[in-house]
Protein backbone atom coordinates (compact mmCIF):
# COMPACT_ATOMS: atom_id res chain seq x y z
CA UNK A 1 0.00 0.00 0.00
CA UNK A 2 2.74 2.17 -0.56
CA UNK A 3 2.16 5.79 -2.61
CA UNK A 4 5.65 6.10 -3.94
CA UNK A 5 5.52 8.47 -6.84
CA UNK A 6 7.02 5.87 -8.95
CA UNK A 7 3.98 3.26 -8.83
CA UNK A 8 1.29 3.51 -11.73
CA UNK A 9 -1.82 4.25 -11.19
CA UNK A 10 -3.56 3.10 -13.99
CA UNK A 11 -5.02 -0.34 -14.58
CA UNK A 12 -3.06 -1.22 -17.62
CA UNK A 13 -1.08 -4.08 -19.00
CA UNK A 14 2.13 -2.40 -16.98
CA UNK A 15 0.50 -1.99 -13.83
CA UNK A 16 -0.94 -5.04 -13.71
CA UNK A 17 2.04 -6.73 -13.51
CA UNK A 18 3.58 -4.47 -10.70
CA UNK A 19 0.73 -3.12 -8.47
CA UNK A 20 -1.67 -5.22 -7.05
CA UNK A 21 -5.13 -4.34 -7.59
CA UNK A 22 -5.91 -3.18 -3.89
CA UNK A 23 -2.60 -0.75 -3.87
CA UNK A 24 -4.14 0.58 -7.23
CA UNK A 25 -7.85 0.67 -5.23
CA UNK A 26 -6.07 2.69 -2.44
CA UNK A 27 -3.77 5.15 -4.41
CA UNK A 28 -6.35 6.12 -6.75
CA UNK A 29 -8.63 6.84 -3.70
CA UNK A 30 -6.00 8.76 -1.81
CA UNK A 31 -5.77 10.90 -4.93
CA UNK A 32 -9.19 11.93 -5.07
CA UNK A 33 -8.88 12.70 -1.30
CA UNK A 34 -11.58 10.53 -0.50
CA UNK A 35 -11.62 8.66 3.12
CA UNK A 36 -12.84 4.76 3.43
CA UNK A 37 -15.63 5.62 5.23
CA UNK A 38 -16.65 8.29 1.93
CA UNK A 39 -16.07 5.27 -0.43
CA UNK A 40 -18.32 2.87 1.38
CA UNK A 41 -21.47 5.19 2.00
CA UNK A 42 -20.95 6.00 -2.28
CA UNK A 43 -20.29 2.33 -2.57
CA UNK A 44 -23.15 1.10 0.22
CA UNK A 45 -20.62 -1.39 1.45
CA UNK A 46 -19.52 -2.20 4.64
CA UNK A 47 -15.99 -0.43 5.64
CA UNK A 48 -14.64 -3.71 5.96
CA UNK A 49 -15.07 -5.13 2.48
CA UNK A 50 -13.02 -1.63 1.38
CA UNK A 51 -10.51 -2.28 3.44
CA UNK A 52 -10.38 -6.12 2.34
CA UNK A 53 -10.33 -5.09 -1.12
CA UNK A 54 -7.49 -2.26 -0.89
CA UNK A 55 -5.54 -5.14 1.05
CA UNK A 56 -6.41 -8.00 -0.99
CA UNK A 57 -7.28 -10.26 1.72
CA UNK A 58 -9.69 -12.34 -0.53
CA UNK A 59 -10.65 -14.72 2.36
CA UNK A 60 -12.75 -12.18 3.34
CA UNK A 61 -14.56 -10.99 0.64
CA UNK A 62 -17.51 -13.06 -0.69
CA UNK A 63 -17.83 -15.26 -3.87
CA UNK A 64 -15.80 -13.65 -6.85
CA UNK A 65 -18.76 -12.78 -9.01
CA UNK A 66 -19.66 -10.05 -6.07
CA UNK A 67 -16.28 -8.78 -5.83
CA UNK A 68 -16.31 -8.26 -9.96
CA UNK A 69 -18.86 -5.78 -9.18
CA UNK A 70 -17.77 -3.81 -6.52
CA UNK A 71 -14.39 -3.74 -8.43
CA UNK A 72 -16.49 -2.36 -11.24
CA UNK A 73 -18.14 0.48 -8.75
CA UNK A 74 -15.06 1.35 -6.96
CA UNK A 75 -13.02 1.74 -10.35
CA UNK A 76 -15.71 3.95 -11.71
CA UNK A 77 -15.79 6.05 -8.57
CA UNK A 78 -12.07 6.26 -8.60
CA UNK A 79 -11.64 6.73 -11.82
CA UNK A 80 -9.76 3.64 -13.09
CA UNK A 81 -10.32 1.88 -16.37
CA UNK A 82 -13.34 -1.09 -15.36
CA UNK A 83 -12.20 -3.56 -17.78
CA UNK A 84 -8.25 -3.25 -16.94
CA UNK A 85 -9.46 -3.62 -12.82
CA UNK A 86 -11.71 -6.80 -14.04
CA UNK A 87 -8.60 -8.19 -16.09
CA UNK A 88 -6.29 -7.95 -13.60
CA UNK A 89 -8.81 -9.68 -10.81
CA UNK A 90 -9.39 -13.01 -13.66
CA UNK A 91 -5.60 -13.45 -14.32
CA UNK A 92 -5.36 -12.80 -10.20
CA UNK A 93 -8.09 -15.15 -9.42
CA UNK A 94 -7.14 -17.63 -12.17
CA UNK A 95 -10.48 -17.88 -13.81
CA UNK A 96 -12.03 -16.65 -17.08
CA UNK A 97 -12.20 -13.23 -17.89
CA UNK A 98 -16.28 -11.80 -17.46
CA UNK A 99 -18.34 -11.64 -20.25
CA UNK A 100 -18.84 -8.80 -21.68
CA UNK A 101 -21.65 -7.68 -24.51
CA UNK A 102 -20.47 -6.45 -28.02
CA UNK A 103 -22.75 -4.88 -29.73
CA UNK A 104 -23.33 -5.14 -33.33
CA UNK A 105 -24.16 -1.91 -35.08
CA UNK A 106 -26.06 -2.18 -38.58
CA UNK A 107 -25.84 -6.09 -38.73
CA UNK A 108 -29.40 -7.26 -39.24
CA UNK A 109 -30.53 -10.91 -38.48
CA UNK A 110 -30.92 -12.75 -42.21
CA UNK A 111 -34.13 -14.39 -41.40
CA UNK A 112 -36.07 -11.65 -39.50
CA UNK A 113 -39.40 -13.47 -37.87
CA UNK A 114 -42.59 -12.13 -38.05
CA UNK A 115 -44.60 -10.74 -35.38
CA UNK A 116 -45.54 -13.43 -32.86
CA UNK A 117 -49.28 -12.24 -32.92
CA UNK A 118 -49.45 -12.95 -36.87
CA UNK A 119 -48.15 -16.47 -36.01
CA UNK A 120 -50.61 -17.05 -33.66
CA UNK A 121 -53.19 -16.03 -35.46
CA UNK A 122 -52.56 -18.32 -38.46
CA UNK A 123 -51.84 -21.35 -36.61
CA UNK A 124 -55.52 -20.78 -34.75
CA UNK A 125 -57.15 -20.44 -37.99
CA UNK A 126 -55.24 -23.93 -39.22
CA UNK A 127 -56.69 -25.44 -35.85
CA UNK A 128 -59.96 -24.34 -36.41
CA UNK A 129 -59.95 -26.08 -40.02
CA UNK A 130 -58.46 -28.96 -38.94
CA UNK A 131 -61.22 -29.52 -36.31
CA UNK A 132 -64.04 -28.43 -39.01
CA UNK A 133 -62.27 -31.24 -41.28
CA UNK A 134 -62.76 -33.75 -38.59
CA UNK A 135 -66.14 -32.96 -37.51
CA UNK A 136 -67.43 -32.64 -40.79
CA UNK A 137 -68.83 -35.93 -41.23
CA UNK A 138 -70.48 -35.58 -38.05
CA UNK A 139 -72.17 -32.21 -39.14
CA UNK A 140 -73.37 -33.98 -42.29
CA UNK A 141 -75.09 -36.93 -40.31
CA UNK A 142 -76.64 -34.82 -38.18
CA UNK A 143 -78.44 -32.32 -40.85
CA UNK A 144 -79.71 -35.35 -42.77
CA UNK A 145 -80.72 -36.45 -38.79
CA UNK A 146 -82.87 -33.47 -39.04
CA UNK A 147 -84.36 -33.54 -42.39
CA UNK A 148 -85.57 -37.06 -41.78
CA UNK A 149 -87.17 -35.62 -38.69
CA UNK A 150 -89.29 -33.15 -40.11
CA UNK A 151 -92.22 -34.59 -41.07
CA UNK A 152 -92.75 -35.81 -37.58
CA UNK A 153 -93.96 -33.55 -34.48
CA UNK A 154 -91.07 -31.99 -32.93
CA UNK A 155 -92.13 -32.43 -28.64
CA UNK A 156 -93.00 -29.01 -27.51
CA UNK A 157 -94.12 -27.83 -30.54
CA UNK A 158 -97.81 -27.06 -31.00
CA UNK A 159 -99.14 -27.29 -34.79
CA UNK A 160 -102.67 -26.34 -35.33
CA UNK A 161 -104.81 -27.48 -38.27
CA UNK A 162 -105.62 -24.84 -40.33
CA UNK A 163 -109.05 -22.97 -39.69
CA UNK A 164 -111.88 -23.82 -42.01
CA UNK A 165 -115.10 -21.92 -42.74
CA UNK A 166 -116.07 -20.76 -39.51
CA UNK A 167 -119.32 -19.27 -39.72
CA UNK A 168 -120.16 -15.59 -37.74
CA UNK A 169 -122.50 -12.93 -37.42
CA UNK A 170 -121.87 -10.76 -40.48
CA UNK A 171 -117.74 -11.71 -40.36
CA UNK A 172 -116.62 -12.96 -43.90
CA UNK A 173 -114.87 -16.20 -43.03
CA UNK A 174 -111.84 -17.00 -44.66
CA UNK A 175 -111.37 -20.82 -45.66
CA UNK A 176 -109.18 -23.38 -48.54
CA UNK A 177 -110.95 -24.97 -51.04
CA UNK A 178 -110.05 -28.37 -52.03
CA UNK A 179 -107.44 -26.66 -54.47
CA UNK A 180 -105.73 -24.93 -51.98
CA UNK A 181 -106.78 -21.55 -53.13
CA UNK A 182 -108.32 -19.19 -50.29
CA UNK A 183 -112.48 -19.31 -50.38
CA UNK A 184 -114.18 -16.23 -49.05
CA UNK A 185 -117.95 -17.05 -48.21
CA UNK A 186 -120.22 -14.15 -46.92
CA UNK A 187 -122.24 -15.48 -44.04
CA UNK A 188 -125.27 -13.11 -42.33
CA UNK A 189 -127.53 -10.69 -44.13
CA UNK A 190 -127.34 -9.39 -47.53
CA UNK A 191 -126.82 -5.44 -48.16
CA UNK A 192 -129.56 -3.40 -49.55
CA UNK A 193 -129.57 -1.70 -52.66
CA UNK A 194 -131.69 1.60 -52.93
Same mark, same amino acid.
Given at each position: ?????? %????????????????? &???? #???????????????????????? #?????????????????? @??????????????????? @??? &????????????? #????????????? /??? @????? /????????? #??????? @??????????????????????????? %??????????????????????????
Amino acid at each position: MSDAPG %NDVRGGEQAGSRVSIGA &QLCA #ARKKRKFTVEKVAKELHLDIDVIK #ALENDEREKLPAPIFVQG @YLKSYGRLVGLPVEGLLKD @YSE &QMGEPPPLSVIRT #AGKLPAVRLRSIR /LIR @YVFVL /LMAGILLWL #AWPFLER @YMELRHESAGEQVPGRLELPPASGIIG %NGFMNVGMDDRGAAATEQSGPTPRSI
